[in-house]
């Protein structure tokens, strides 16, 4: 026999080890290698409990569990599947009310405008810009409605805002 050969035959032993040794520790699910994370996701702790209960009444429809274990069985599974499902639903419900929570605050902020003069944040109810003078609103001279720079006439009263210039 070379070296080589027995190199490779030494980490395939160092790989397998761990595989084979961790069922027999009781630990649950894979050892982790180079910094991976086995944890198991919300999704899965929710699913494992039902998957258990199914491969349990297959075992007891074959015969393979006695008539009082099969019930014992079943009621804890049937437990463990009801708090992985209700978990998950509060979690849910939290994220939801988190999600409220933010919205309404956006909601409550006041909406602040810009003085098209001077370039400066001023309040919505402000109808004159606090830092130039500039007029923020303007205002139909008949009934005081306010309107956009662009109308021509009142959208309230139909007055003529702007003097017709001759064609």
Do not use: W
């Given at each position: 026999?070379?070296?080589?050969?027995?190199?490779?035959?030494?980490?395939?032993?160092?790989?397998?080890i761990?595989?084979?040794a961790?069922?027999?520790?009781?630990r649950?699910g894979?050892?982790?290698?180079?910094?991976?994370?086995?944890?198991?996701?919300?999704?899965?702790?929710?699913?494992?409990?039902?998957?258990?209960?199914?491969?349990?009444?297959?075992d007891?429809?074959?015969?393979?569990?006695?008539?009082?274990?099969?019930?014992?069985?079943?009621?804890?599974?049937l437990?463990?599947?009801?708090a992985?499902i209700?978990?998950?639903?509060?979690?849910?419900?939290?994220?939801?009310?988190?999600?409220?929570?933010?919205?309404r605050?956006?909601?409550?902020?006041?909406?602040?405008?810009?003085?098209?003069?001077?370039?400066?944040?001023?309040?919505?109810?402000?109808?004159?810009?606090?830092?130039?003078?500039?007029?923020?609103?303007?205002?139909?001279?008949?009934?005081?409605?306010e309107?956009?720079?662009?109308d021509?006439?009142?959208?309230?009263c139909?007055?003529?805002?702007?003097?017709?210039?001759?064609?």
């Open positions: 026999m070379n070296t080589s050969t027995i190199l490779i035959g030494i980490a395939f032993l160092l790989i397998t761990p595989i084979v961790n069922p027999l520790l009781g649950k894979l050892p982790t290698f180079f910094g991976h994370s086995t944890s198991h996701s919300t999704s899965h702790k929710k699913q494992a409990p039902l998957l258990a209960l199914q491969d349990l009444d297959f007891y429809q074959l015969g393979k569990v006695a008539e009082d274990d099969y019930q014992r069985a079943r009621a804890g599974l437990e463990q599947a009801a992985a209700e978990e998950s639903e509060q979690a849910a419900d939290a994220r939801l009310e988190q999600l409220i929570r933010k919205r605050a956006d909601l409550s902020q006041p909406i602040s405008k810009t003085c098209s003069n001077c370039e400066e944040t001023v309040k919505d109810s402000d109808h004159f810009c606090p830092y130039c003078g500039a007029q923020l609103t303007a205002s139909c001279p008949s009934c005081g409605e309107f956009a720079e662009e021509t006439f009142c959208s309230s139909g007055v003529p805002l702007k003097e017709q210039q001759p064609n």
